[in-house]
C-alpha cells in the first residue's frame, strides 16, 4: 500500500499539538535575538529581580535575564537534538543496513559491539569521558550519537532482514539488480518510515541527555543549557525565584521532549499501517 | 517399391513440393500429415501421374520412373498396379450407374474377362467389403457416405494393386463408421505399399508403421508415427498434436502461429518457429536422420532450453534436493508437482538464483550457468505466487513493468517506455496514462498479476518459471490468466515451468509432468500419460486424490503409536 505520511499526519490532533508545541520552541531559538534586549552572557546588574517590564522572567543569581538563557537554551537543545538525530540514526542505518545485507563475520562482529555498546552504562561513560576530555558541543554530540546508535541498527538489521526476503526484491532480484539498485529503489524506501521514527527518538533521548548532563555538570561552561540553568536553579530554591527560573525553563523542555513524542507517535501510526485500527488488512508487508 | 527422389512440383510460379525423398518397402504405410496446403495431396496426385504442374525429380515404383512415363503407360499401371481412394467421396462415384457396375467397368479395363464374370467379381469385392448384393444393385445417391467409402475402396483394391494410396480417407465419416472402415483399411494394406494423406494424426496412428509431416513441400519430420506422435521433436509436429484434440489430450489445444506459405528462402517454417536462429532464414535445413528419425532443422528439431544435472541443495545438514535431473524443452510447459515442502520452490529459486545451488549443473541453452547475469535474467524470468507481495507497493504500474529495463539499462526512455506499453498490451492490460500511474493497491489481483507478467516478459525471457501464478487468485481470474499464459506460450515459444501443487491444473496448462517427492523427482513424463498410468506409488496417491478419491490407501499419516521407520521410508 502506498501511503503519504504529511497528509496522513495533518489530519492528526496529536500531530498539530506536537508540531505547534516543536515550531513555537524552533521560533524561540531562531529569532531569540529579536525577543530579547540583552545578551544571554550580559550581567543586567540586579539579582534576583522579579519579572517585570525589564526583564520578562527576571534575573538569576549571576543577574542574567532567565527569558534571554531560556531563549538561548533552547537553540543548544535544538542543535543537539537535530545533530544527534543525522548523525546516530545514520550510523544506525549504515551499520544495521549493511550487517543485514553482507551477513557473515562482518554482520557478527557488527552485531557484537551493538551489543557491547548498549550494555555499557551511559551516564557513567559520559561522565567518565568528558572528565578526561574538555566537554565541548561537538563533543556533546559525538558522545550522545556514539550511545544512540546501536539500539538503532539492531532495529534496521532486523528490519533489513526481513525486507531482504520480500517477495518485490526478490523479483527485482530476478531481473539481475544489484544491491546498489535494491537498497535505493527497495530498501531505502521502505526503510523511510523506521528511519524517521529512528529520528525522532534520537533527537528526544539527544535532547533529554543533553540537560541531563548539563544537570550534572558535565558541560562547556559558556554553553546554555536548560540542564544547566535548572542545576544552579536548584541551589536557591529557599528563594521565591524557583518559580519563574526553574519552572519556566523545566516547561520548555518537557513542552520539547513532548511535541518529538507526540509528533514521533504520529508518524510511526501514519507510517505502519499495523497500528492503524481502520487498515487492518492491508498491514502485511510493514512487518 | 516405391522411391521418390528430390521430387519438385510447381504450379505456375508457386513450387508446392520442393524436393521429397522418400523410400517405401512392400508391406509398409506411411502416414503423410500436414495442414492444408502442405502438398500432401499433391504428393499423392504425383505418384499417380495425376498432378496438373510441372514435375522434375525421380518417382521409381517397380523399377520404372513415373515422371518419364507417357500417358498411355501411365494409364495401364493406374488402377492395376497403383490406386488411390480419393478424398470426395460423392464425386469419385459415377452418379448414373449402379455401383457393380462400376467396379466391373475398373475390372474389365485392365483384363480381359467377359462381363459375366467381371460383375461376379465386383459383387465379391463387394462383399468383402461388407455391403450385400441388394446394396450393389444401387445408385451412388442411395448410398451412405460409409457404404460410398467402402465401394471405392473396393473398386481401389480390385485390381489387386502393389501401392496403394488413400488421401483422407475418413474425412467426413462419422466415428463408428470410420471404425469400421478403419478395420477394413488395416486388411486391405497389408502386403502392398500404402500411402495414407490425413491429417488426422489418430487415423494416422491407427493405420501407419511410419508418419512423415510434410511442411510447404518438404518433410519436416519422419519417424515412426507412435514415437512420432509420443515424442515429436520438430516444433513443427508439436504444434500440430497439441492442435489436434485427442481422448488423452489433457491440456487445452494450441494452434501454431502466422500461416502456412509457400517459397520462402530458408527453412519454409521460420516464420512461424518460436525457436528459429539467423541461419533458418536464409539456408534450407538438411534432413539429418538419427536414431531412426529425419528431422530437418537446422537447430536439430526442438531443443533443449533448461537441464538441470544433479542438483543437490541443502539448508545446513537438511537436503531439500536430491540429485535432481531435468530438461525443459523450448516452447513446452513441464508441471512441477507434489506436496508443500517437497522441494519444488527451492528447486525454481535454485534455477532462477535466488538460492545459490548447492551441487549439480544447470544448463541453459547448452551452456553452463556459473554466473548469473544480466545476459541470464533477460533469458529466464519467474512470476511469484502473491502478486502484491511481488510488485512493490511503492511502484505504479508504469514504474514496475520499467524497472527490468531499467536494472539492465536497455535502450533509451523512449524505447523502455515503447516496451513497456507493448508487454503491456500483449498481457491484455489497458496503456493509457491513468492506468500506467496506478499503484498496485489501486488494482484487482489478477490485474497486479498481469503487471507482474508484463514486467517478467519485458526483458523478452525464454523461460518462465511460475511458482504458483494462480494460487492467490480466484478461479475465474486464474482461468484468465492461465489462458493468457498459454497464449504466449503459442506466440512466443515460452517455455514454462510451472510450479503447483494443483495437479488438475498441471494438468490442463502442461505438455510434461515431473513429480517431486522428497526432494527427488520420482516421475516424469508426457502429463496425459502419468495421469493414467502413474508408475510412483506417490505419483498414484497425488493423482488419486486430484479425482477425489480419499481412500485409506492414500493415507500417509495413520494413527501409530510409534511410526516406525519403515512407515516413515514407504515412499522414498
Redesign the interface.
Known amino acids: ?2 501511503v503519504d505520511p504529511i497528509g496522513e499526519i495533518s489530519h492528526d490532533p496529536l500531530a498539530r499539538i506536537g508540531l505547534l508545541m516543536l515550531a513555537i520552541i524552533t521560533l524561540m531559538a531562531i529569532f531569540a535575538p529579536l525577543l530579547s534586549s540583552y545578551s544571554p552572557h550580559d550581567y543586567t546588574g540586579e539579582i534576583f529581580s522579579p519579572p517585570g517590564m525589564d526583564h520578562l522572567l527576571g534575573t538569576d543569581s549571576m543577574g542574567q535575564d532567565i527569558w534571554v538563557r531560556l531563549l538561548y537554551g533552547a537553540r543548544t537543545s535544538l542543535v543537539v537534538a537535530g545533530a544527534v538525530a543525522l548523525l546516530s540514526s545514520s550510523l544506525s542505518v549504515l551499520v544495521g543496513a549493511t550487517a543485514a545485507l553482507a551477513g557473515g563475520l562482518y554482520e557478527r562482529f557488527c552485531m557484537r559491539i551493538v551489543d557491547a555498546m548498549i550494555s555499557l552504562p551511559t551516564i557513567i561513560v559520559m561522565i567518565l569521558v568528558a572528565a578526561y576530555l574538555r566537554p565541548s558541543l561537538p563533543l556533546l554530540i559525538l558522545l550522545i550519537s556514539a550511545f544512540t546508535w546501536p539500539g538503532g541498527a539492531r532495529i534496521v538489521r532486523s528490519q533489513v532482514l526481513s525486507l531482504k526476503e ?3 526484491i ?8 544489484g544491491w546498489r ?1 535494491i537498497v535505493s ?2 530498501i531505502i ?2 526503510l523511510s518510515p523506521i528511519i524517521s521514527a529512528l529520528m525522532m527518538q534520537d533527537a528526544r533521548r539527544a535532547v533529554f541527555m543533553e540537560a541531563g548532563l548539563a544537570f550534572l555538570g558535565v558541560s562547556d561552561p559558556m554553553v546554555i543549557s536548560w540542564g544547566k540553568m535548572m542545576h544552579q536553579a536548584l541551589a536557591f530554591t529557599y528563594l521565591d525565584v524557583w518559580q519563574w527560573w526553574l519552572v519556566p525553563t523545566g516547561l520548555a523542555l518537557s513542552a520539547t521532549l513532548i511535541g518529538i513524542s507526540f509528533l514521533s507517535c504520529s508518524l510511526e501510526t501514519a507510517m505502519n499501517p499495523r497500528l492503524k485500527k481502520d487498515h487492518a488488512r ?1 498491514n ?2 510493514y512487518g | 517399391m516405391l522411391s521418390i527422389r528430390d521430387l519438385k512440383v510447381s504450379f505456375g510460379k508457386t513450387q508446392i513440393l520442393s524436393g521429397v525423398d522418400l523410400d517405401l518397402e512392400c508391406g509398409e504405410c506411411l502416414a503423410l500429415v500436414g495442414e492444408s496446403g502442405a502438398g500432401k495431396t499433391t504428393l499423392g496426385l504425383s505418384i499417380m501421374g495425376l498432378a496438373k504442374g510441372s514435375s522434375t525429380g525421380e518417382i521409381s515404383f517397380q523399377e520404372k520412373n513415373l515422371l518419364a512415363l507417357s500417358e498411355d503407360e501411365l494409364r495401364q499401371l493406374r488402377g492395376r498396379e497403383m490406386a488411390m481412394v480419393f478424398q470426395n467421396v460423392e464425386d469419385a462415384l459415377d452418379p448414373v450407374q449402379r455401383i457393380q457396375d462400376q467396379i466391373a467397368e475398373a475390372i474389365t479395363v485392365h483384363r480381359s474377362i467377359s462381363t459375366k464374370n467381371a460383375m461376379d467379381m465386383a459383387l465379391k469385392h463387394l462383399l468383402s467389403v461388407g455391403l450385400n448384393e441388394e446394396k450393389a444393385r444401387l445408385y451412388p445417391h442411395q448410398l451412405s457416405g460409409g457404404e460410398r467409402q467402402r465401394v471405392l475402396i473396393s473398386m481401389a483394391l480390385v485390381n489387386d494393386p502393389d501401392l496403394l494410396i488413400l488421401d483422407e480417407p475418413t474425412a467426413s465419416l462419422d466415428a463408428l463408421t470410420k471404425a469400421d472402415i478403419i478395420r477394413l483399411f488395416r486388411s486391405a494394406i497389408l502386403g502392398r505399399i500404402c500411402i495414407v494423406i490425413t491429417h488426422d494424426i489418430s487415423l494416422a496412428a491407427a493405420l501407419a508403421d511410419r508418419m512423415a509431416v510434410l511442411y510447404a513441400g518438404r518433410i519436416a519430420e519422419m519417424g515412426r508415427a507412435e514415437d512420432l506422435i509420443r515424442d515429436p521433436r520438430h516444433p513443427y509436429t508439436r504444434g500440430l498434436i497439441r492442435s489436434y484434440p485427442d481422448m488423452t489430450t489433457t491440456k487445452d489445444l494450441q494452434g501454431i502461429p502466422g500461416r502456412l506459405a509457400h517459397g520462402l528462402s530458408g527453412c519454409p517454417f521460420h516464420e512461424r518457429c518460436t525457436q528459429r536462429i539467423d541461419i533458418c532464414s536464409k539456408i534450407m535445413p538438411p534432413q539429418i536422420e538419427k536414431d531412426g528419425r529425419l528431422i530437418a532443422c537446422h537447430r536439430g528439431g526442438i531443443v533443449p532450453l533448461l537441464e538441470i544435472i544433479s542438483l543437490s541443495h541443502a539448508f545446513e545438514a537438511n537436503y531439500v534436493l536430491r540429485d535432481v535431473n531435468l530438461t525443459l524443452y523450448e516452447g513446452e510447459t513441464l508441471a512441477l508437482v507434489g506436496e508443500s515442502g517437497s522441494g519444488k520452490s527451492t528447486l525454481s529459486k535454485a534455477i532462477i538464483g535466488l538460492h545459490e545451488p548447492g551441487r549439480g549443473q544447470i544448463i541453459l541453452e547448452g551452456s553452463r550457468v556459473i554466473k548469473r547475469d544480466a545476459a541470464f535474467y533477460s533469458r529466464v524470468q519467474m512470476i511469484f505466487q502473491n502478486p502484491k507481495e511481488s510488485v512493490s507497493h511503492r511502484m505504479n504500474v508504469l514504474d514496475a513493468v520499467l524497472e527490468p529495463l531499467q536494472v539492465q539499462r536497455k535502450g533509451s526512455h523512449e524505447a523502455r517506455l515503447r516496451r513497456a506499453k507493448e508487454v503491456l498490451d500483449l498481457v491484455e492490460l489497458p496503456i493509457d496514462d491513468d492506468f500506467l500511474k496506478k499503484y498496485p493497491h489501486q488494482l484487482s489481483g489478477g490485474e497486479v498479476q498481469r503487471v507482474a507478467i508484463a514486467r517478467a516478459l519485458s526483458l523478452g525471457p525464454k523461460l518462465l518459471i511460475a511458482d504458483e501464478p494462480t494460487s492467490a487468485l480466484d478461479p475465474s481470474v486464474q482461468a484468465k490468466i492461465l489462458k493468457l499464459l498459454m497464449n504466449l506460450q503459442e506466440k512466443m515459444g515460452l517455455s514454462i515451468l510451472f510450479v503447483t501443487h494443483d495437479i488438475a491444473l498441471a494438468r490442463k496448462v502442461s505438455d510434461r509432468m515431473a513429480v517431486m517427492h522428497k526432494g527427488r523427482i520420482v516421475e516424469e513424463g508426457a502429463t496425459n500419460e502419468i495421469l493414467i498410468h502413474p508408475q510412483h506409488p506417490y505419483t498414484r496417491r497425488l493423482v488419486d486424490c486430484a479425482f477425489g478419491r480419499y481412500g485409506m490407501e492414500n493415507a500417509e499419516i495413520e494413527m501409530m503409536v510409534e511410526p516406525g521407520p519403515v512407515a516413515l521410508e514407504k515412499y522414498c
Open positions: 500500500m502506498h520480500r517477495m518485490h526478490n523479483a527485482a532480484r530476478t531481473f539481475g539488480a539498485h529503489t527497495h524506501p521502505d492491508d502485511v508487508r
